[in-house]
Nanobody, 125 residues
Framework: VQLQASGGGLRQPGGSLRLSCAAS????????MGWFRQAPGKEREGISC???????YTIDPMRGRFTISRDNAKNTVYLQINDLKPEDTAVYYC????????????????????WGRGTQVTVSS
């Protein structure tokens, strides 16, 4: 099981970007996937997740700006971030709770057992 996040970089406030998470060694449409971020000096926080059936969940403060999606053919999960703000600066990670068998998804970091390396997003003018 391997995950590779990409797509980060330096963006100006108000801009957008799309992060990608390519999976190998498993089919990510058979497992829940989540996006997380960790800003300097802060704990890792969950952003959004997608269930096996394709249902998504995004935490309230980020709903409307962050959108998770999945391309089963490419075995890739995406995180679209719009209207970037300086406080979005963080390392963004994708992960899977490989053994989760529920019908929905969750974003409890401690329960996710396979993580990608992360991609740095910096929002600054």
């Amino acid at each position: 099981v391997q995950l590779q996040a990409s797509g980060g970089g330096l963006r100006q406030p108000g801009g957008s970007l799309r992060l990608s998470c390519a999976a190998s060694g498993f089919s990510l449409d058979q497992h829940i996937m989540g996006w997380f971020r960790q800003a300097p000096g802060k704990e890792r926080e969950g952003i959004s997740c997608i269930s096996v059936s394709g249902d998504t969940y995004t935490i309230d403060p980020m709903r409307g700006r962050f959108t998770i999606s999945r391309d089963n053919a490419k075995n890739t999960v995406y995180l679209q971030i719009n209207d970037l703000k300086p406080e979005d600066t963080a390392v963004y990670y994708c992960a899977t709770d490989y053994l989760y068998s529920g019908s929905s998804c969750h974003i409890q970091p401690g329960a996710y057992d396979y993580w990608g390396r992360g991609t740095q997003v910096t929002v600054s003018s």
